[in-house]
């Protein structure tokens, strides 16, 4: 038999020991070095003989568990009133809330979720409010006048208004005008170059009742300046203007007249503040007067009225200007919900 060669013998033995050097062979090996957990969870102590993959499994599952906060060990249980609220839910195809959440809502934080939420409805207005009101206040309103319709006699007037508003748009009033009369170049030119004298009534004073309504109002802004607000009146009433006349010969006693009055009118307001407005219009005061007949012989002023004078239907329309005050000065709203 042949014995293998002393080479082939150490070969062999040096290949047993590195087997034995690399934890092959029984009884020799190294343990890995655990693998440390993330910091916001503590793994679970292991005995320090447990082997190397045991410790590593209990690091992994420790990291990925999340943490559980603590809960009450017992909920109380709902309500009569939250099992009916539940039911509306459920029959409107709203889902339940957990038990948990609906057990912490007390009757109290009920309560102030229901005032709050009444307090935030009445701040929702749909429409603006206006920003001025009328209702029950009194109008002071001083204005001054100039007739537009007469080209041989002219009439300025001074005069005021008091109107009360029952609602806020309607009012009642009570109108009085005094008036300066102004001959005019025409009539002169009339007179003498035509041989034409014209029968002129001029106007001493008027008094009148009116009523009032407003159907427009709104609001305008001009060059970004603070919105104003603004609305167009209609007028319309009876009265008495009193009336002379002016005799085409001096010798001549003038009479005078009380005409019965219907006044109409047209105007607009532009509210400057909560209490002052400055005002246009356009008047015409309707009137059944008397005038002088030409050839008029009787100086008698009582005889020439009732046997020398005509009745004639008369349109006095003039255009004011003038502002107005309303009292009180401030108002409340009082919005029905």
């Known amino acids: 038999m042949r014995h293998p060669p002393r080479s082939e013998i150490n070969e062999i033995a040096t290949f047993v020991l590195l087997l034995g050097a690399f934890g092959l062979a029984p009884g020799v090996g190294h343990a890995r070095p655990a693998r440390q957990a993330p910091p916001a969870t503590a793994a679970p102590a292991v005995a320090p003989d447990a082997p190397a993959a045991a410790e590593e499994g209990a690091v992994d599952e420790a990291a990925a568990e999340p943490e559980i906060p ?27 809330a957990p038990s948990g959440a609906a057990a912490a809502i007390t009757a109290t934080s009920r309560e102030a979720l229901a005032r709050a939420r009444a307090a935030m409805l009445r701040d929702v207005v749909v429409v603006q409010r206006k920003a001025f ?18 080209t041989l006699i002219q009439h300025t007037a001074f005069g005021g208004e008091l109107n009360f508003f029952i609602s806020d748009i309607l009012a009642v009033g009570l109108r009085g005008a005094y008036y300066l009369r102004n001959i005019t170049d025409e009539e002169f030119y009339v007179r003498y170059h035509f041989g034409r004298v014209p029968s002129l009534n001029k106007y001493s004073w008027e008094a009148t ?120 000065t401030g108002f409340s709203y009082t919005s029905p919900r």
Do not use: C
Not at 80 to 95: E, I, V
């Open 209 to 328: 009742g009116n009523f009032s309504y407003i159907p427009i109002w709104g609001k305008l802004t001009l060059l970004n300046r603070p919105i104003l607000h603004w609305d167009v009146w209609l007028s319309g009433g009876v009265g008495v203007t009193r009336t002379e006349v002016i005799p085409r010969d001096f010798v001549n006693e003038p009479f005078s007249n009380y005409s019965l009055t219907f006044p109409a009118a047209i105007g607009a307001r532009l509210y400057l503040t909560r209490w002052m407005a400055v005002q246009v219009a356009l008047r015409d005061n309707m009137m059944l007067d008397r005038l002088e007949q030409p050839g008029r012989t009787l100086p008698d002023a009582a005889e020439a009225k009732a046997k020398q004078s005509d009745a004639q239907f008369i349109n006095n329309v003039f255009a004011t200007v003038g502002v107005s005050f309303f009292l009180p």
């Open 133 to 150: 009101l009328r209702r029950h206040r009194l109008e002071v309103a001083p204005f001054v006048a100039s007739t537009i319709n007469d």
């Open 70 to 96: 603590d809960l009450p060990d017992e909920a109380p249980p709902p309500s009569d009133a939250d099992l009916a609220s539940d039911a509306d839910q459920a029959s409107q195809g709203a889902g339940r």
